[in-house]
């Protein structure tokens, strides 16, 4: 905490209000401060059928692992004109966006095209021969937009505004754990071209999983093995010790420590862990939360400094929680945040080795990113 500011209220000052899109989707503005009188009341006047529907998952025998197969997908919106941004706010009734308001600080709004929806169609082919019988890819699908400019990214944003993000995660998450079908709610953000992004507009994404995908299954097998052996916490005692180690911390704040896995298999990667045990970014309190809002962003502008000569370096930043049901116990809230960029203008490709057997190389070593990662310190 800055000197001064002990005792100042850090609690988040903003305001929520929920409408609905003309398909029946829900849409949340998140402002940053609260406003007196009726906020948000724009109609979204567009001719749009009903609920986006989602596919099915099937059940790959040979790993155990669910695939959705969202063939709808397909047609979605591929790097719109600047002028055509379905993110933008609707400035012009005759040119309406995803956000029917003017303006917006924060908005989160289920996706159009989404790969898990609660109304799921039926896909009409065979039985498996054995194994789980497929299923609805029932699930929540939500965009974050970040800001209304189209320019602006995650970095550069106010910390206010940044405050309002990280309200929006938490809130989000309480939402979707909260359904009973649900059992994994992941919030991420990918940024560049080269991750495969579509919508260059500032703005992340969270899904809510109806099964637990396979990183989460294993970071919950790997804690229940860590809990018989020795009976800790898997997570904790990770950070633990790369606290004591200290050799690859690249962060350390009040609440919370920034350090690159022992085991990182990207060529730029950092995790960022709080103190406290929690499970999910719900379950985060008010300084956490507005800790997480400056050293989020302080990492991000590590990230972007990490090669020389490259202004913005591609990334995925994702947040590993708790499962919402069995096992929550097992996780412990983590943010991994990495890069495909090994060297400007190179990019990691996941090719034999990596895709085809799940094993990984690293071309560089953990404690080499961990030094480049301080070196760039702000
Ligand atoms: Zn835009």
Redesign the pocket.
Known sequence: MAPGSAGAPQGWTGQVTERTLADGRPILYFDDARRAGPVHEAVDQRPLDGLPRAGEVRYDVLTGEWVTIAGHRMNRTFLPA?AD?P??PTRDPAHPSEVPDSDYDVVVFANQFPSFAPVAVESGVEAPPFGPADGPAYGHCDVVVFSSD?EASVVDLPAQRMRTVVEAWAQRTAAHSADPRIAQVFVFENRGQEIGVT???PHGQIYAYPFLPPRAGQLVEQARRHREATGGHLLADVLRAEQAAGRRVVLAGEHWTAYVPRAARWPVEVHLAPHRDVPDLAALDDAEKAELAVVYQELLRRVDRFHPGVDRVPYIAGWHQAPTGADRELGRLHLQLFSLLRAPGKLKYLAGSESGMGAWINDTTPERIADRLREVAS
Do not use: K, M, V
């Open positions: 600047a941004c993110l933008d189209h919508l260059t507009h």
